[in-house]
């Protein structure tokens, strides 16, 4: 547990925080030894994150009939060219093992009828049947189970309805060396800011899909931890390439309601307002391509067709099937009115998942010692240009598990860390103008939609970096100046993140995988890695 070291209760000491309660979070939390005290930290529930909203499934090797080649060269096919095949390898080499010990710590797959075989499907990219689910509910049952275990371990302290507000850094702290040694926490319920110490820090804060208007991810995906390290000193890689979910209910009353891939798997077929089929005109696979050409397609038919939405049906398949298959999409659906076994779904694209991320490696390390990144918010590799469907909570498992592992074996020799002075609120006061960060919110969601959505072009690209730009500067004069606020600190973040996504965006000037430009259409020779370094490169960080 937490070792109290001063009066005050807003002041803690662990050796390991680790920020963000997702399945990469807890997965690093419960793998490591149970000497070691332990802290996570989250917006919300501990089991609110993106984590609890995968539908879909993990992918792995489990099936006699598939191999671990297969899925690596799969991944590569779905990544365009830009996955690193040595995390690819690490990845699908420790896949099963990493499903094991979900079983094991008793997460509840779906398994074929009368039989003690787990069920698989099949998702756009994969060649062979590989994702291993839980119904339609995959992310709920995997958060919930890890988050009772978290709950059951003596030596992890759960921190809900909290929010980081930034990394603390010898840099910061006046110390030689480059180390992480804890961070600053906004308690928004009483919304004073803790200080977090920490031999370790792991960063779990997932993507930044927030920073577009329509989204299938919760509130808090905001880039928080992206953010936090570009401030810190870390490099961002590849974050041009940000996902859009082909298929997001369609509904004025349905929020950021996913309709998973898993559906086209098993037989659904992408429709026009008139019934139509169309995706054979775009990819030979069909409704499996991966997911970017699935988006574009119908981000073009829309367009072309002046239409706020297209259409998902499986009505053909059996009415038990479908209810068997995907009772939670099939119960949601029908709460607006729409039976699932007769009628269409009406979807839209939405932003679902960003590619790049923290720069780190097989051990989950970054460029800042003692600070590691997990999950979504890191780039490992693996992804490329385009993640492959369910590889997402496969890379939160295994480098989770590796993140521990390294912990693990580095733990005795870090010493504690130095002593931080309280946040300081002395100079700020109250704000009596928060229609100012509404605004704000509310206009670089619209303009990064608009010019840095799903299909681009050099002039979008310009003025999305224009305004940008303006809002650094307000944003900045206003966090000088006023008492953080949860709104605050997650608009400050998503203005440093949509800023890295524009920069990165303007310097491909190709279109590959999920980065599409009409000014340049066609593929580079000779493409890498999008990499951003702040000694080198800087945005108007506030």
Known sequence: MARDID???????????????????????????AHLSVCVISKADISSGATLWAQGGIAAVLDAADSVEEHIQDTLRAGGGLCHEDAVRFTVEHSK?????????????????????????REGGHSRRRIIHSADATGKAVSTTLAEQAASRPNIDLKPNRVAVDLITNGKLSLPGNRCVGAYILNLADNHVELFRARF????????????????????????GIAMAWRAGCRVANM??????????YHPHAKSFLITEAVRGEGGILTLPDGSRFMDRFDDRAEL???????????????????????????????????????????????????ITRDPIPVVPAAHYTCGGI??????????????????????????????ASNSLLECLVYGRAAAADITRR?????APPSAPDWDESQVRDSDEDVVISHNWDELRHFMWDYVGIVRTTKRLQRAKHRVDLLHREISE?????????DLIELRNLVTVSDLIICSAMQRRESRGLHYTLDHPGLLHDAGDTLLVPTTYRTQSP
């Open 201 to 224: 820090t792991v960063i779990a804060t997932g993507g930044a899909s927030k920073a577009y208007r329509y989204t299938t991810n919760p509130d808090g995906a905001s880039g928080d």
């Open 289 to 339: 391509a991966p997911r970017d050409i699935v988006a574009r397609a119908i981000d073009h038919e829309m367009k072309r067709l002046g239409a706020d939405h297209l259409y998902l049906d499986i009505s053909h398949k059996p009415t038990e099937f479908i209810r068997h298959h995907f009772p939670t999409i099939y119960e949601k659906c029908l709460e607006y009115g729409i039976d």
């Open 359 to 388: 720069v780190s490696d097989e051990r989950a390390r970054t460029d800042v010692n003692q600070l590691y990144v997990v999950g979504e918010a890191g780039f490992t590799g693996l992804h490329g240009a385009n993640r492959m």
């Open 411 to 415: 733990e005795s020799d870090i010493p």
């Open 240 to 249: 041009e390439f940000n996902q859009f979910h082909p298929t997001c209910l």
């Open 478 to 486: 206003f966090y000088s100046n006023y008492r953080v606020s949860n």
């Open 97 to 121: 093992e990493s499903i094991d010990w979900l079983i094991d710590s008793g997460v509840n797959f779906t398994r074929e009828d009368d039989s003690e075989q787990y069920h698989l499907t």
């Open 7 to 33: 009066p005050m209760p807003q002041s803690y000491e662990y050796d390991v925080l680790i920020i963000g309660s997702g399945a990469a979070g807890l997965t690093v939390a419960l793998n490591l030894p």
